[in-house]
């Protein structure tokens, strides 16, 4: 049973940092895609960024570019989104999700097959 697990979340303030994690497990991942994304209240759930496990290649919402990086341990099975440069409109839930079998990132929610349950991060002004 595949399960991610997302940490890290918090209250932080405007110009400040975080670090998302997700402790993936249940599958090998070594030919997965796995993406951030995130829901503000009243918003849909936007892509933040992904990764593919094998390469490290990413891909980065324009909104995040130069402030948000995505790296994995794949000793570890887990994710990471150190997040820089934190503004007030990042504020949401932030789950990570994995498709398997893949070579490209995708960017859509529907193309995702396992989520994590999300954690809270708050951007104080």
């Known amino acids: 049973q595949v399960k991610l697990v997302e940490s890290g979340g918090g209250l932080v303030q405007t110009g400040g940092s975080l670090r998302l994690s997700c402790a993936a497990s249940?599958?090998?991942?070594?030919?997965?895609?796995m993406g951030w994304f995130r829901q503000a209240p009243g918003k849909e759930r936007e892509f933040v960024g992904g990764v593919i496990w094998s390469t490290g290649r990413t891909l980065y919402a324009d909104s995040v570019k130069g402030r948000f990086t995505i790296s994995r341990d794949s000793v570890k099975k887990t994710l990471y989104l150190q997040m820089n440069s934190l503004k007030p409109e990042d504020s949401a839930v932030y789950y990570c999700a994995a498709k398997p079998y893949v070579t490209y990132i995708p960017s859509f929610e529907y193309e995702y097959d396992w989520w994590g349950q999300g954690t809270q991060v708050t951007v104080s002004s």
């Open positions: 249940g599958h090998t991942f070594s030919d997965s895609a």
